[in-house]
């Protein structure tokens, strides 16, 4: 327990430390913000970017291993309310950029950077979308539930991963175009390794920290938070019922489908009893059931 809530203090800490230095990186180094088209509104690019897909991204995912003495609903909510706030805010930081790369006929898309982060950007909506309607809607299926939560899982980490490159590779082509010494340029060139420089690769290994700490926390299964693992919870456990006619109900008795026996002509049999037999659950069919 002392350990998991060390990582996530640790976590969090570095969270702030990475919108603290973009923020004075974009505000102090480059000149501060704007929404005109010009260089400074570009500098909301990096801090909207870093600050959605990385920060607040990482947050959301370690919030099912946090003990926390929340209701599952409860995390639920807090875990999309973290991502949706990071999907505006990832949005907003992409249409900064193409805003002034048309302002000033810059290309859209050209650099690996470019095609790493807007692959992010869409996958990430995607997944978003697709969460928002899988475990939130009440209405959705439980056995879709149960398909989708391994494949939204590791989608969860992978994106995070592709964050952190698209980030650390933003900041790297950012430096190398910016402090560059040439076109009259009175900064000094990045091979100098100037103030601005250190003050920018100190947030990319800022960055990398942030990251394997959330990789370490979501690696340690230990970790999990039982009471948040019903829906796809592969582990053998003798007499729970399970019943397709309502979406939340995976219990320890009957009380499910004597709660809603006006639903079960919509229940499809075949699909049932192919989830029981593969999550090894007894099988309990409400038009064989003596209820």
Excluded at 1 to 30: A, D, E, N
Excluded at 68 to 77: D, N, P
Excluded at 224 to 240: A, I, L, M, T, Y
């Amino acid at each position: 327990m002392r350990s998991i809530v060390s990582f996530y203090l640790l976590s969090v800490w570095l969270s702030f430390l990475c919108v603290i230095f973009v923020w004075l990186w974009s505000g102090t180094w480059r000149g501060g913000f704007a929404w005109d088209g010009s260089f400074l509104q570009f500098n909301w690019h990096p801090v909207l970017m870093v600050t959605s897909l990385v920060v607040l991204y990482g947050n959301a995912i370690v919030l099912y291993r946090v003990p926390l003495t929340w209701s599952r609903w409860r995390c639920k909510l807090s875990h999309a309310g973290l991502l949706s706030v990071a999907v505006v805010l990832s949005v907003l930081g992409v249409c900064a950029a193409f805003d002034f790369h048309r302002g000033n006929n810059i290309p859209h898309l050209y650099s690996l950077h470019s095609w790493i982060g807007i692959s992010t950007v869409v996958l990430f909506t995607l997944q978003w979308f697709g969460g928002l309607c899988a475990f939130l809607l009440p209405w959705t299926p439980l056995a879709f539930r149960v398909f989708l939560k391994p494949l939204h899982v590791w989608m969860g980490t992978a994106i995070f991963i592709l964050s952190l490159i698209a980030s650390l590779s933003g900041i790297s082509e950012k430096l190398l175009l910016t402090l560059n010494g040439r076109n009259g340029s009175n900064t000094e060139p990045y091979t100098a390794l100037p103030a601005e420089a250190l003050f920018a690769n100190s947030l990319g290994i800022l960055v990398v920290i942030f990251g394997l700490v959330v990789l370490r926390i979501l690696s340690n299964h230990k970790w999990k938070n039982p009471q948040f693992e019903n829906e796809s919870d592969r582990e053998r456990h003798p007499g729970v019922v399970f019943c397709c006619c309502c979406p939340s109900a995976s219990r320890l008795d009957l009380l499910c489908l004597q709660g809603c026996s006006s639903a079960y002509l919509g229940c499809n049999e075949w699909l049932f009893e192919l989830l029981l037999t593969f999550y090894q659950l007894e099988s309990v069919w409400p038009f064989s059931s003596d209820l």
